[in-house]
């Protein structure tokens, strides 16, 4: 027999099937991983295994694989299957898609099994004989401490662990080592799992779902292999209920689940609601687990151990086996998109894999993304609705502030008069609110009042932002810092105004409105380490602070009971981004902010959320909808206007970029790119005949919105196409342009890139 495989080695070089003979006494599989003699000097490499044939081309050389590197198939089909399909569908190579499916833990065998040294009485012992020998004539222990371990294990009739016997008896290593010796007892080791949960968790039931619940879980569950289902929920209207009796159906059949998060959601909170509701059988997998955890959650999975896997975008690989439902929960999240090669959508990564095995998917979202609310209005995907929040909970009541109008009576303050008299009675009845801001230091920048210098990073070609606590203007692309200079270094004059409204002087200016007021801000300032964003949550939640002041962070799948004000300070600074999908992100995010306010029952009485906006463009459709939380009229205007104007989703983007040292390097490589890709596209649409060449909309190059940044010069290319059905044929040959094209500092061409800055 012989198996055709993938080398790891991430090298488009070697993105090509190699056979190689498999020994007599190996049993290999398609999905195996294995090492193989490799190259001139055979050096031994691992390898994946995607197909198994009893033929070869002659002609080649043919070597031995020397091992497998795990006993199991380390991917599934459906695994193997999937990454061929992204191989293709985001140009990247196999061994790079392959990647995707495993944990880097596994590669390269950089993290070993635990095991744990365990003892039991020896088989065919005979017990009571040998307990006799243990024992005086007078029947008293002639060493307590081996009576007592050996009576121990010989009650308990299984295998303990050394560290769960020096519980019971203190001080017994030399005595079990005795027992051992005289081969009363054996030594054995078994595997374990190292576990990133603490503690265990009290089980819990799900409660009587409400008519709107039952109809869309009757909905998933009668649905067919690969149905995709959009379910459009409000916030707190039970879509995460719905998730969990979904799942529960899955078990029942002995079916495998995945549901993904977004990455900031993966807090304990959302761990434990799926663990008192599935137990062990819960997985999680995202980046703040240590190697070894990593590691180990992902093999529960694939041994079947757990059969749920949770966790961020890349857990759609998970190697759940028996796969019957994958849920994308907040479906709108930008972070769904991957940022790095292969940048695949997570949506539709998991649509092609529920085609693949069966299984049917599930996308939640209070705010759905324009295209799926498309599709399932076209009847792609199967529209459920929640309309309504659990429990009666009406949806919070929303003010939209002018922030003109607070100008012009002689309010400077960072506060409008209604969120200040709200947030004052907030504080004194004891509840809590949220304040949020869009950005990190939104806009904070210093400029000269004479000439109107703007300090911009010496690196990058953005302006710094103003950091008041320790007196430095800071790059928040490159991380660069400098001391806030006391004059222009333009004109010399001394008059410097640092403008714009950051996370700290919304802290200043609350603690003087409120004097005594406890808060807590989270920002990328205040959460560099690891676990602090939790740490901060958790203290929120425990009402160890009256205000929680923050950036996006702050918008995403909190569920704080105590909350019941909820401000946005400054609601425009997404909108006017040049950016197509602004209004689209700034009514999610609003939206989602919103949400957070009033989410329960608070001494069995309904706590009605607050929320005040604060604005200096309320009429904008984005803000007055979300204010109305009118999804469906957002969603009619924006789509149309996307259709008129011919944006996605009735268009793609394609973008290639070029960093250079040298500008001139950079402009000159994306004019020749562009020149290049205009006949490439051209030359595929014309093919479908002469009006398939006004597919491509528009296609033009020059320096990036960022023009430069850590020092390097960015140029790029933007091409639109309409989406039709040869735009792929023009994608393909723009790929292939990509792969020819080889200068300095190109940095390869994105679809739809997630930012076009
Ligand atoms: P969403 O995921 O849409 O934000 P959740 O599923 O988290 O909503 O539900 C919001 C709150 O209502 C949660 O505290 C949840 O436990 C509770 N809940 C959900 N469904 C029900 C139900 N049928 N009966 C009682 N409480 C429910
Ligand atoms: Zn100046
Ligand atoms: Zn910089």
Redesign the pocket.
């Known amino acids: 027999m012989f198996a055709k495989l993938i080398i790891d080695i991430a090298n488009s070089g070697v993105d090509r099937l190699f056979t190689y003979r498999i020994p007599e006494e190996l049993e290999v599989r398609e999905g195996h991983r294995v090492l193989v003699p490799f190259g001139r000097g055979n050096k031994p490499v691992e390898a994946f295994v995607i197909e198994v044939c009893d033929e070869y081309d002659a002609g080649f050389e043919i070597k031995d694989i020397i091992r497998t590197m795990e006993p199991y198939t380390a991917l599934l089909k459906d695994q193997l299957e999937l990454a061929k399909w992204i191989a293709r569908a985001y140009h990247c190579t196999l061994c790079d898609a392959l990647r995707l499916m495993l944990p880097s833990q596994l590669r390269g065998s950089r993290v070993k099994e635990k095991t744990v040294r365990t003892v039991c009485v020896t088989d065919g012992l005979d017990v009571s004989a040998a307990r006799n020998t243990l024992l005086k004539k007078d029947g008293t222990a002639r060493s307590p401490r081996q009576l007592e371990v050996f009576d121990l294990l010989s009650r308990s009739g299984m295998p303990m662990s050394v560290d769960d016997i020096k519980a019971y008896v203190p001080s017994s290593a030399q005595a079990i080592s005795t027992l051992i010796d005289k081969g009363y007892i054996t030594e054995q080791g078994f595997v374990t799992f190292r576990s990133p949960f603490s503690g265990s968790v009290e089980r819990d039931a ?5 008519p709107a ?1 039952k109809e869309a879980l009757d909905a998933i569950d009668n649905g067919r292999e690969g149905d995709v289902f959009l379910l459009h ?11 969990l009796n979904a799942i529960s159906r899955v078990l029942e059949e002995g079916g495998g689940a995945i549901v993904l998060v977004p990455e900031i959601s993966l807090t304990p909170q959302t761990n434990d609601r799926f663990r008192r509701r599935f137990g062990d059988t819960v997985a999680v997998l995202h980046s703040h687990l240590s190697p070894g955890e990593r590691y180990d959650e992902w093999r529960r999975l694939r041994l079947g151990k757990a059969r749920v896997a949770i966790g961020a975008r890349s857990a759609v690989f998970a190697p759940v086996e028996g796969l019957k439902l994958i849920i994308i ?1 907040e479906e709108h999240e930008p972070s769904y998109r991957s940022e790095s090669r292969p940048e695949y959508s997570t949506d539709e990564v998991a649509i092609r894999r529920v085609r693949l095995t069966g299984a049917r998917l599930v996308l ?1 979202s ?1 705010t759905p993304q324009l295209i799926s609310y498309l599709r399932a209005k076209q009847g792609a995907y199967k529209l459920l609705s ?1 309309p309504e ?3 009666g909970i009406p949806m919070p009541e929303v003010d939209v502030i002018d922030m003109r109008n607070e100008f012009m009576s002689g309010n400077t303050g960072i506060f409008s008069k209604d969120l200040a008299d709200k947030l004052i009675k907030c504080v004194r009845e004891g509840e809590q609110a949220i304040l949020f801001l869009n950005r990190r230091g939104y806009s904070y920048h210093g400029e000269c009042r004479s000439c109107g210098f703007v300090f911009t990073c010496p690196h990058c070609d953005v302006a710094m932002t103003y950091h008041k606590f320790d007196g430095t203007l800071r790059c928040h692309y490159c991380g660069c810092s400098v001391k806030v200079p006391d004059k222009c270094p333009s004109c010399g004059s001394r008059y410097i105004k640092y403008s714009g409204i950051g996370t700290q002087q919304v802290e200043e200016q609350l603690k003087k409105l409120i004097p005594g007021v406890r808060c807590l801000r989270m920002d990328t300032d205040t959460t560099g380490g690891k676990t602090s964003h939790r740490d901060i949550l958790e203290a929120f939640t425990k009402g160890e602070a009256d205000v929680l002041i923050g950036t996006q962070m702050v918008a995403k799948g909190l ?1 704080i009971p105590g909350v019941t004000l909820v401000g946005v300070v400054f609601a425009d600074s997404s909108l006017f981004h040049s950016d197509y999908r602004s209004g689209e992100r700034t009514f999610q995010l609003l939206t989602q902010v919103a ?1 957070r306010a009033g ?2 029952l608070k001494d069995g009485e309904v706590k009605k959320g607050k929320v005040v906006i604060q604005t200096n463009a309320p009429e904008h459709r984005a803000i007055r909808l979300s204010a109305e939380h009118d999804y469906k009229t957002f969603f009619e205007l924006e789509i149309n206007d996307r259709l008129r104007t011919l944006f996605p989703p009735f268009a793609v983007f394609a973008r290639a970029q070029f960093e250079c040292a040298e500008e001139k390097t950079a402009a000159e490589a994306s004019e020749r790119f562009a020149s290049e890709a205009e006949k490439a596209i051209l030359g595929a649409l014309s093919s479908f005949g002469k009006d398939a060449e006004n597919e491509l909309l528009f296609l033009s190059y020059g320096p990036s919105p960022i023009r430069k940044r850590e020092n390097l010069f960015r140029y790029s290319v933007m091409i639109k196409l309409a989406r039709t059905k040869h735009t792929s044929a023009a994608i393909t040959e723009l790929w292939k342009l990509s792969d020819s094209f080889d200068p300095e500092g190109f940095r390869g061409v994105e679809i739809n890139p997630n930012d076009l800055l």
């Open positions: 799900s409660p009587e779902l409400t619940q929920g409000v916030t707190g209207s039970g879509k995460t209920e719905v998730y929960d939640g209070a929640l929040r659990i429990n569920d949400g989410r329960a």
